[in-house]
């Protein structure tokens, strides 16, 4: 390792750097450096990386590594503001994240960080982070010729550009209450700030094609102009994604699953980035709604979503569905990483022995458990069958309100990204 402070100009110039609080912690990350990089990297504290990026030497480097846990959480402002300046100076940033809180994760993915590795780190996934990094300048296509016109586009351009946060849900076994997350999430996030024009734009997208329930979970029709949107997307454009949309009490907007039974390959991968595409210009928050089958265009959502949340219970059976789902990611190279998983009926503050089993369950699939959702009881069901949000039937209700701190932690983070942009 190359100390930054002992800088000479004869040397190898500095590729690369680690920022952290302190690199010991993170040796993984110094093997990884070395084996990567030789001697040709630095390490840098958070209150130096600043000031390094403003000398002549840091003109060589080719990115930095973040490195963070849980005892950094407290410095959110700084590490937001060391991502910024890096974009400022066009260098290209690797997220190291260690036991890190969704929300703050997700604010700092929204910051602008180019890459996120889980620590510990994954074998040779640094190597494949920096490869990703450099991929763009390598396999740059040259422009067509003038006399060859560019392809036109698959849906006419937004005057919105929102960009909008994906989040998706899926449960690893029935009764896990996934749609239940979905429907109350998107309505508390669309029901913030109401009464402002700041109020924001939300979009809920059920992908169950066959016993999709979101409809009938906020009493909504199902058109034919799903059906019609889904086979054929490539002549969607805004108006025609917005005629297939129900609109629930004039806040949340909803596709529905179809009004007939489909196939759950009817759509490809293809179709469903799309989909996501078209909404994500569209509002500010889009919310997936997954079938607990893991299908072809899984990978798509799980791509593009910024969260991706996997709800289970304290039983055997999302134990092993767990189990075989980390499996599959992994050995399909996808990003598990993204799974924040979510407990449903979490055992009480006051039960010693659920919270321990709690953590042996966690710590036998080597996963963390993020979100605790209590029990909802009978409101949970009956608000379900009535078709209406648990805020607005059952608002003391003590899911609605772990479900309402979510909301309300993603609505600040993106609000403070907003001001900050």
């Known amino acids: 390792m190359t100390s930054t402070d002992a800088y000479d100009p004869d040397t190898t110039p500095i590729r690369a750097c680690t920022i952290s609080r302190d690199v010991q912690n993170f040796d993984l990350l110094i093997e990884d450096m070395e084996s990567l990089l030789g001697e040709s990297w630095g390490d840098l504290g958070f209150a130096d990386a600043i000031a390094f990026f403003n000398q002549p030497e840091a003109a060589d480097l080719e990115f930095v590594a973040l490195a963070i846990d849980a005892e950094d959480e407290s410095s ?18 690797i997220l190291i994240a260690d036991d890190i809180s969704p929300a703050i994760l997700h604010r700092l993915l929204r910051e602008g960080a180019d890459e996120f590795v889980p620590y510990p780190l994954p074998d040779a996934e640094l190597r494949a982070a920096v490869e990703r990094l450099r991929t763009p300048a390598q396999t740059q296509e040259p422009a067509p010729e003038p006399e060859q016109p560019a392809p036109a586009p698959a849906a006419t351009p937004s005057a919105h550009d929102r960009q909008g946060v994906l989040m998706a849900v899926q449960a690893l076994a029935g009764g896990t209450g996934a749609t239940t997350l979905a429907v109350n999430l998107a309505w508390e996030l669309a029901a913030m700030d ?88 569209n509002y500010d928050y889009v919310i997936v709604d997954m079938p607990s089958t893991v299908v072809q265009w899984t990978e798509a959502v799980l791509q593009e979503a910024q969260l991706f949340f996997s709800t289970l219970e304290l039983d055997m059976r999302s134990a092993q569905n767990t189990l075989r789902l980390k499996r599959a ?29 709690v953590k042996r369950l966690a710590d036998s699939l080597e996963i963390s458990i993020e979100i605790h959702l209590p029990d909802g009881g009978k409101a949970v069901t009956q608000c379900g069958d009535h078709g209406r949000p648990l805020a607005l039937d059952a608002p003391k209700n003590p899911l609605r309100k772990e479900i309402a701190k979510l909301a309300a932690s993603l609505h600040e983070l993106g609000q403070s990204d907003a001001k900050a942009a």
Do not use: W
């Open 76 to 93: 959110i402002a700084v590490l937001s503001e060391l991502i910024k300046q890096a974009h400022t100076r066009k260098i290209r940033v």
């Open 194 to 281: 109401s009464k402002k024009k700041t109020a924001p734009r939300v979009c809920l997208l059920d992908l169950d094609l066959q016993y999709g329930s979101v409809s009938t979970y906020l009493d909504l029709p199902r058109r034919e102009a799903v059906f019609a949107l889904l086979s054929d997307t490539e002549a969607m454009d805004d108006e025609s994604f917005s005629q297939a949309l129900m609109t629930f009490e004039d806040k949340l907007q909803v596709l529905t699953a179809p009004s007939d039974l489909l196939p759950l390959d009817f759509v490809t991968p293809e179709d469903v980035a799309r989909i996501i595409e078209v909404a994500r210009r």
């Open 329 to 357: 990611l992994k050995s399909e190279d996808l990003p598990f990483e993204k799974l924040r998983f979510v407990l449903n009926r979490a055992p009480k503050f006051t039960d010693i022995s659920g919270k321990s089993r």
